[in-house]
């Protein structure tokens, strides 16, 4: 299996007092090992360089990536993305303004059409979450999840693969 490991993963595998213990650390510790191919994104390596502090930190997080498939956008996804801009040009929907970090943009129209779900159902946040487009670039890649937190990914996506030990 193909496995797109969610910050809160990486976030507490990464953290001082992190212990094997925890399902989700163990379970990255198995993937890692060679039970499946891990890969990331962008957007997951950000949110961990802006989460944590100092530059021991900063240089372990990119160290460790290093050695991940970083998932990133080619040619047809740039394409689809001026298609989608002029589109949402007109809607409530600032593409530029939401986005912050490169990802397949054939998943846009996925994580608006979550993001839409969310706020039909009484979300209250302005702006899609790192997790709609993380959910959204798994589920357009055909990659599984690994996450802390698996009731977003399974209501906003019901046939992604989410890994919640």
Partial sequence: MTLLVDTSVWSLALRRD????????????????????VVTTGLVLQELLQGFVGAKAR?????????????????????????????????????????RSPLPWTSASLAASA???????????????????????AAVANLSVLTCDPAPYKSYFPRLVVVAP
């Fill in 18 to 37: 992190a212990t094997s213990s925890e399902l989700e650390v163990a379970a990255l510790k198995d993937a890692l090992a060679g039970s499946d191919v």
């Fill in 59 to 99: 240089t372990q997080i990119v160290e460790s990536f290093a050695a991940l498939a970083l998932i990133q956008p080619d040619r047809e996804d740039h394409i689809a993305a001026a298609g989608l801009r002029n589109t949402c040009r007109r809607s409530i929907i600032d593409v530029y303004e939401t986005l």
């Fill in 115 to 137: 993001f839409a779900t969310y706020r039909s159902r009484g979300g209250s946040k302005q702006k899609p979450v790192p997790d709609v487009y993380i959910g959204a670039h």
